[in-house]
């Protein structure tokens, strides 16, 4: 379901969270949440040059992603245990990974932010399965 609500703040605090700071002003061009198994949060943003820049040289970026962090890793307790974050770029993107263990019996939160690499444009989706 479409948050007509989702406000450009929001998305600012749910960022910081991740330590991608957005100094210049954007533009929320999707946002959608729910699920019925899983819960889910994807937005995208129109974003500067200047922030795109400063997401992607923020970063040390490896050629491929930690096989840890992914939703059914069996690498990994789902419950229990450390947040493991990763940071790589693939042919389109650079893309920041989390995956955070959120105790006994709780949904582990997986989430990923994406910087396309011809368009500045940021994607952020959260999922909780």
Do not use: C
């Not at 899983?38 to 491929?64: C, N, V």
């Not at 069996?74 to 947040?83: A, H, K």
């Amino acid at each position: 379901m479409d948050d007509l609500l989702f406000s450009k703040s929001e998305a600012r605090e749910i960022l910081k969270e991740h330590q991608v700071i957005l100094h210049d002003d954007f533009e929320v061009t999707f946002n959608q949440s729910g699920g019925f198994r899983d819960y889910t949060h994807k937005f995208e943003l129109s974003i500067s040059e200047k922030d795109k820049r400063t997401f992607i040289e923020g970063r040390i970026w490896d050629d491929k992603p930690d096989e840890r962090i992914q939703i059914h890793s069996p690498l990994v307790d789902r419950y229990e245990g450390d947040t493991l974050r990763a940071n790589y770029t693939n042919g389109k993107y650079y893309i920041y990974s989390m995956y955070r263990p959120n105790g006994k019996g709780i949904a582990p939160t997986f989430v990923e932010i994406s910087v396309l690499k011809g368009k500045n444009t940021l994607t952020y989706e959260e999922i909780l399965d």
